[in-house]
């Protein structure tokens, strides 16, 4: 059984073009978190959201719990942001659950 | 500060031996977390601890054992490697239990069992 289900898994984009990237999940949650995972395999923390929006530079997180989905935005999407991007819930206290990710590929 | 650190970055065991993976952070986390991550299945928590002498299980625990004597150090066993645990493993931590802070993760480790 998968508790996130993330799309599309596979997304090419033009340098300068918005992006979505959505994640729905079908557990009751604490938090939902954004995470980047770069090419050389390093992993980094986006955002951690409980509800609402939040915004860090170009990126744009969302979330609607009663729908039980949340987005990832990328405006005026660059090279350097091609990497896979992973949602992750927080159920049952302490217990993570992952998507399989969205490889994201941003041509010049 | 460190981060987290991890230890070794690669390594290859035969079936049946038996190793530690090694996680430390510097940052006073009481969280800390260890995850296996394979091809199409996204990261799986295998144990996890809240604070020093305090472990629980995650989703994948089987083959593996931890202990937190430290704040600092959440080292995981494998008694007896598998093939199956062929992976690449990553330890992680936060200020507090209960998802409600960044996950500062560390650099992986990719271990092969022949």
């Known amino acids: 059984k998968n508790e996130v289900e993330q799309s599309p898994q596979n997304l090419t984009a033009q340098e300068g073009e918005f992006i979505t990237i959505n994640c729905s999940y079908s557990v009751g949650i604490s938090a939902l978190h954004w995470l980047q995972q770069h090419p050389g395999g390093g992993i980094v923390s986006l955002f951690m959201l409980s509800s609402g929006k939040k915004k860090h530079g170009r990126l744009i997180a969302t979330i609607n719990i009663q729908e039980k989905h949340s987005s990832l935005h990328i405006t005026a999407s660059h090279p350097r942001d091609s990497a896979v991007y992973i949602c992750?819930?927080?159920?049952?206290?302490?217990?993570?659950?992952f998507g399989t990710g969205t490889s994201l590929t941003v041509i010049p | 500060n460190a981060g987290v650190t991890q230890t070794p970055k690669f390594q290859v065991l035969k079936t049946g031996q038996s190793m530690t993976l090694q996680c430390a952070q510097d940052?006073?986390?009481?969280?800390m977390s260890w995850y296996r991550q394979d091809p199409g299945m996204g990261l799986r928590l295998i144990h996890y601890?809240?604070?020093?002498?305090?472990?629980d299980q995650g989703e994948v625990p089987n083959g593996y054992n931890v202990s937190r004597s430290t704040t600092e150090d959440f080292p995981l066993r494998l008694l007896s490697a598998a093939p199956s645990q062929t992976s690449v493993y990553f330890c992680?931590?936060?200020?507090?239990?209960?998802?409600?802070?960044?996950?500062?993760f560390g650099p992986g480790t990719r271990l092969t069992v022949l």
């Open positions: 992750a819930v927080v159920s049952g206290g302490n217990q993570f659950y």
């Open positions: 992680a931590s936060s200020y507090t239990p209960g998802g409600w802070n960044e996950q500062f």
């Open positions: 940052m006073n986390h009481e969280y």
């Open positions: 601890s809240v604070g020093a002498g305090i472990t």
